[in-house]
Structure formats: structure tokens, C-alpha cells
């Protein structure tokens, strides 16, 4: 993965607090209110992101400290989280972001005494697959037309179990079809909670 946007604007990205509204009434509270319930989503789904996106970061600029850690100064608990995530890649034990976001997206639900709905692995098929949202909202960005886009994303997300070629184009109309540049982290959060919410056996039927 070789280019990537600036991480001043990923930091905002992440930060950003609008969320999936469908999503968000899915999450299960125990013992909470509706109310209550939500918030302990939105902080979980947070968590999750702010973790996939310093994850995806670390290793797209070759496991660079330096290039992520001046955008958390000031935020003790991303900077905790930073510091685990780069000792867990640099020891082997994460292939993809998602991985990471999964796993902190359990821990906060365990947490908060809610339930996320989807086998673990399958949250993390879910979260890795938002870097087709993420690249192709990239590239209109800099102005690639859609059929262009999709090429180039193809090109780069190879695995198309992993990416499947059905989900690139669905996620390259919702980039592409509204005349004003779509959210997105709120287009993530669609990606990855749409796969969640899904069977087990419908979210990996990827190269189908």
C-alpha cells in the first residue's frame, strides 16, 4: 500500500463522531437504557476505528513511530493504545489493522456489557475490508473518475476473498454517486457495521 492521505487529515478522520444511525440502534445494552446503550456503542466503535486507523498507519509507513505519534500528543489513552498496537505488529502477531480493531472493539463491548453480534473473526474480515472505502475515497479526492478508481483499488486490494469485486463497486456508487464528497468515517462505519450485521457465512462469501 503506497500511497495514503496526509495523517493530519486521518487523525480528524478518525476523531469524527458521526456514526452509522442504523448501526448504532443494532447495539445490544445490558442492563442500560436505550440511551445508554447508544453511547456505549458510539465509544466502542470509536475505540475500534481510532485503533484501525493507527494500525493501518503504523504499517503503510513502514512501522514509522514517528509518523503517528505527533498526531495523539495530548490523548493519553490513544497513546496507550499506539504503543500496544506497534509492539503487536513488531512482533508478528497482527496481519491487518482489522485485526486490531476487532479486538479492541470485544474488549470495549466486554467492557460496557454489550454484545457486538458477529464472530470475531468476521468483525476483523469486516474492519479490513473498509480500506476499499478508505482508498477509493481517496482517489476521488484527487479527482480519478469511478471507473478509474475502481481499477486502481482492485489493483491494489489483490485478495478478492478478502475484497471481494462486488462489495468495491457497491462501496464505489456510495463514494461516487452523491454530488458532494460522502463522510468517511461515516462511510466506513457503513462498510464495516453492514458486514457485521450480516450472516457469518453471507460476509465471507467474498469471491463469489
Not at 492521505?5 to 478522520?13: K, S, T
Not at 474492519?127 to 475515497?137: K, Y
Not at 464528497?181 to 450472516?199: E, F, K, T, Y
Request: one cysteine or more.
Amino acid at each position: 500500500m503506497a500511497s495514503m492521505c496526509p495523517l493530519a487529515r486521518l487523525r480528524a478522520v478518525v476523531l469524527v463522531c458521526g456514526l452509522v444511525a442504523g448501526a448504532a440502534s443494532q447495539a445490544q445494552g445490558v442492563g442500560e437504557s436505550s440511551s445508554a446503550s447508544r453511547e456505549s456503542f458510539r465509544l466502542c466503535d470509536d475505540r475500534a476505528f481510532l485503533a484501525l486507523n493507527i494500525a493501518r498507519n503504523y504499517m503503510m509507513t513502514g512501522r514509522n513511530r514517528d509518523t503517528v505519534m505527533p498526531h495523539l500528543k495530548g490523548d493519553a489513552v490513544a497513546e496507550a493504545m499506539a504503543d500496544e498496537i506497534f509492539r503487536r505488529i513488531d512482533t508478528g502477531t497482527v496481519r491487518h489493522p482489522g485485526e486490531v480493531a476487532a479486538d479492541v472493539l470485544f474488549d470495549c463491548a466486554a467492557q460496557q456489557k454489550m454484545t457486538v453480534g458477529a464472530p470475531r473473526q468476521q468483525v476483523a474480515l469486516c474492519f479490513t475490508r473498509t480500506d476499499i472505502a478508505f482508498f477509493l475515497h481517496i482517489e476521488r479526492s484527487n479527482n480519478v473518475v469511478r471507473q478509474q478508481a475502481v481499477s486502481k483499488v482492485q489493483t491494489r486490494l489483490k485478495s478478492r476473498e478478502l475484497y471481494p469485486t462486488a462489495l468495491i463497486n457497491t462501496v464505489a456508487e456510495a463514494v461516487y454517486t452523491p454530488s458532494q464528497m460522502p463522510d468517511l468515517r461515516q462511510l466506513m462505519g457503513n462498510v464495516a457495521w453492514a458486514c457485521i450485521h450480516r450472516s457469518p457465512s453471507a460476509a465471507s462469501a467474498a469471491s463469489r
